[in-house]
């Protein structure tokens, strides 16, 4: 168990539909990421937040937002939903931004989203 | 640009050594992480390296060489549960983590 929770573990949806994926950090990390995968793509970096700022941008689709809490949770929307969008969406969280270099992740379980 | 390389799938046989090479070519470069990944598991850290120069971490050992672009993972001893997926990652702080395909390793009784 990394201490990274994420919510929901499955969600199925229809396209054109919007969904809301739910991340904790690790208590006391300052940093969360979003990833996703899927089976041709490998893991690709969407997007990064430190203490509630947008730090960096990966592949990240305008269809999808995210954002970052006071509480540092972090939450990652994805709206006018298509068939490739199904994929597992993970979140990382780690205790800096890494611009001292080492910067190692923590994984949560992920959510698995399947668009029909 | 960003690329990573790595070979798509090894097999090797329990108790034996294996060497998992990932190439790399980015724009920048703060460190290189491997992760081992279980199917339809998350990923978890196994290295670090932002210095030439073998880590070696109980079984696990892994190499990297800065002005090649190069980095290997080395899993001694190789055990059952030491089939997945291996993950090598590109850390550069203004681009973030870049993630190679992964090598998918199955060992062999």
């Known amino acids: 168990d990394s201490g990274v929770t994420q919510t929901p573990k499955h969600l199925i949806t229809a396209t054109g539909q919007r969904v809301t994926l739910r991340c904790s950090p690790r208590?006391?990390?300052?940093?969360v990421y979003w990833y996703q995968q899927s089976l041709d793509q490998g893991l690709q970096f969407l997007i990064q937040?430190?203490?509630?700022?947008?730090?960096a941008k990966g592949n990240i689709l305008e269809r999808f937002s995210a954002q970052q809490f006071p509480d540092l949770h972090s939450e990652l929307n994805l709206s006018s939903l298509e068939l490739g969008d199904s994929a597992l969406y993970f979140c990382a969280s780690s205790p800096t931004g890494g611009a001292s270099g080492y910067n190692e992740q923590f994984f949560g379980p992920g959510t698995r989203l399947t668009v029909l | 640009g960003q690329n990573i390389d790595q070979p798509t799938e090894m097999t090797a046989t329990e108790g034996a050594i294996v060497q998992i090479n990932c190439t790399y070519q980015?724009?920048?470069?703060?460190?290189l992480f491997w992760y081992q990944q279980h199917a339809g598991e998350a990923p978890t850290f196994l290295s670090y390296?932002?210095?030439?120069g073998l880590e070696e971490k109980g079984r696990f050992s892994s190499f990297l060489s800065r002005s090649k672009g190069y980095s290997y993972l080395l899993l001694k001893e190789l055990q059952m549960k030491d089939s997945a997926s291996y993950l090598c990652a590109v850390y550069n702080y203004g681009q973030n983590f870049v993630f190679g395909p992964g090598t998918r390793l199955s060992v062999l009784p």
């Open positions: 390296n932002v210095l030439d």
């Open positions: 208590s006391g990390d300052l940093s």
């Open positions: 980015t724009s920048g470069f703060n460190g």
């Open positions: 937040y430190y203490n509630g700022e947008e730090r």
